[in-house]
């Protein structure tokens, strides 16, 4: 079953501290792993892709298939991206459709 | 072209009512995907057409729900004879017709059924 697991509901950390964003994933092919965005009041948007390979607003998350992972760091944290993260997976059977995880509350303290 | 957007952004309605959502996508996308989001959890999966063609109905999609999306354009979501389970965000997305390409949300409508 294709499955993605985002073990923590909320994460607080003070600004300029580093972050990491777990997210874990089930597929037994090749996916296709993002991480969408929402801040207060605004609506999904992707952040990253992996096969991009890209940093975006400091972001970046590396596919680890042994692990079956795809977390999202950030060495120093601001307070704008205190946010809602969703980690997707899209299985490689051109659909394109998504399947989210539970999402994560990401605070970050001044 | 403001991105993706849906009517009504919000919907109560009593038990057993019917209640049709409208989603418009981003004019060049021929992918449109509907994704339910309930508190606490991450939007799942409902349907999606290319163009005009439903090519995939999740099994949450019960009998009482219908999608289309004539002439490829807008789309709309049916439910039928609501129950208090079907409150939820309701998600709207577009994007091209290539796996991989990133999906523009709309802002959603958020069905309440009393």
């Known amino acids: 079953a294709q499955r993605v697991t985002q073990p923590e509901k909320l994460l607080s950390v003070f600004k300029g501290a580093p972050v990491e964003l777990k997210c874990n994933y089930s597929?037994?092919?090749?996916?296709?792993l993002f991480w969408y965005v929402q801040y207060s009041r605004q609506r999904l948007q992707l952040l990253l892709r992996h096969i991009s390979r890209e940093s975006i607003k400091g972001f970046t998350a590396d596919l680890n298939k042994g692990e079956t992972s795809f977390h999202l760091k950030k060495p120093f944290a601001q307070e704008e991206d205190s946010a809602m993260y969703y980690c997707a997976l899209s299985a490689a059977s051109n659909t394109g459709k998504l399947i989210f995880g539970q999402g994560t509350t990401l605070q970050v303290k001044p | 072209d403001t991105g993706v957007s849906q009517n009504p952004r919000h919907k109560i309605t009593k038990r057993g009512q019917n209640v049709t959502f409208r989603c418009d996508p981003i004019?060049?996308?021929?992918?449109l995907y509907w994704y339910r989001q309930t508190l606490g959890q991450g939007p799942e999966f409902l349907t999606y057409f290319q163009n005009e063609a439903q090519l995939e109905k999740s099994r949450l999609l019960s009998d009482r729900f219908s999608a289309e999306r004539p002439k490829g354009s807008f789309s709309t979501l049916e439910i039928q004879r609501t129950e208090q389970g079907d409150s939820a965000m309701y998600l709207c997305?577009?994007?091209?017709?290539?796996?991989?390409?990133?999906?523009?949300f709309g802002p959603g409508t958020r069905l309440t059924v009393t």
């Open positions: 997305a577009s994007s091209f017709a290539q796996g991989g390409y990133e999906q523009y």
């Open positions: 004019s060049e996308h021929n992918r």
């Open positions: 597929y037994s092919g090749s996916p296709e």
